[in-house]
């Protein structure tokens, strides 16, 4: 059975410090790696999705790496401002129909 | 954003009671799913549907039933409602291409509490 590790659980930055989040998943099988934000209350946002043949994708401020054999990702943001906090998921399709597994977030708070 | 719609948004019931959430698009994805989310499990997928008519159980599918008559709606079902489903419940659609790589787009949620 697949599962998905996030870590740290919690984060506080400053704001404009860069900073790494990180995602591990047990099975390397995958077809996919996505990260979501999620704010309180609210529905998930995609922010970025690896297909399991890259490395990494980016997109503004976020970079995200896929290392598929150690099953490993990171999320990357750069220059972090107050608006970037929020909760943030990382989640793998490692079986068919895009069924997807899911970390338990990394909550991240960015203070001016 | 992606037109999908939850209703109700929010809703208390009791014990024992039949309650149905629906999901309805407006974007015709082929793929709809519904995930639940509790603290210290994250979200987790209950049921999906891969079309009209066709549905499967995900992880955590006891207790609950769903249904798919129409590519815009999808209707899960609790049939006797248990404190163990107080939950937060999300809807997500997806048009997956080859090798399923498109990405899930979500609902607003339904927070549902049953006392």
């Known amino acids: 059975k697949q599962e998905v590790t996030q870590i740290p659980a919690a984060l506080s930055v400053p704001e404009g410090e860069n900073l790494v989040l990180n995602c591990s998943f047990t099975?390397?099988?995958?077809?996919?790696l996505q990260w979501f934000r999620q704010d309180p209350g609210k529905g998930l946002t995609s922010l970025l999705l690896?297909?399991?043949?890259?490395r990494e994708q980016t997109s503004g401020r976020l970079n995200a790496s896929l290392d598929k054999s150690s099953g490993r990702s990171t999320l990357y943001i750069a220059a972090s401002q107050p608006g970037d906090s929020a909760t943030y998921l990382c989640?793998?399709?490692?079986?068919?129909?895009?069924?997807?597994?899911f970390g338990q977030g990394t909550i991240l708070t960015v203070h001016p | 954003d992606a037109g999908i719609t939850q209703s109700p948004r929010h809703k208390v019931t009791e014990t024992g009671t039949p309650v149905t959430l629906r999901c309805h698009q407006t974007?015709?994805?082929?793929?709809m799913y519904w995930y639940r989310q509790d603290p210290g499990h994250g979200l987790r997928l209950i049921h999906y549907?891969?079309?009209?008519?066709?549905?499967d159980k995900g992880e955590v599918s006891d207790g609950y039933s769903v249904s798919r008559s129409k590519t815009e709606d999808f209707l899960l079902t609790l049939e006797s409602a248990t404190s163990s489903q107080t939950s937060v419940y999300f809807c997500?659609?997806?048009?997956?291409?080859?090798?399923?790589?498109?990405?899930?787009?979500f609902g607003p949620g339904t927070r549902l509490t049953v006392l």
């Open positions: 997500a659609i997806s048009e997956l291409g080859v090798s399923w790589t498109d990405t899930q787009y």
């Open positions: 549907s891969y079309g009209v008519k066709d549905t």
């Open positions: 690896i297909q399991s043949s890259q």
């Open positions: 989640a793998v399709t490692g079986t068919s129909y895009g069924k997807l597994t």
């Open positions: 974007e015709n994805h082929r793929y």
């Open positions: 099975d390397s099988a995958i077809y996919n």
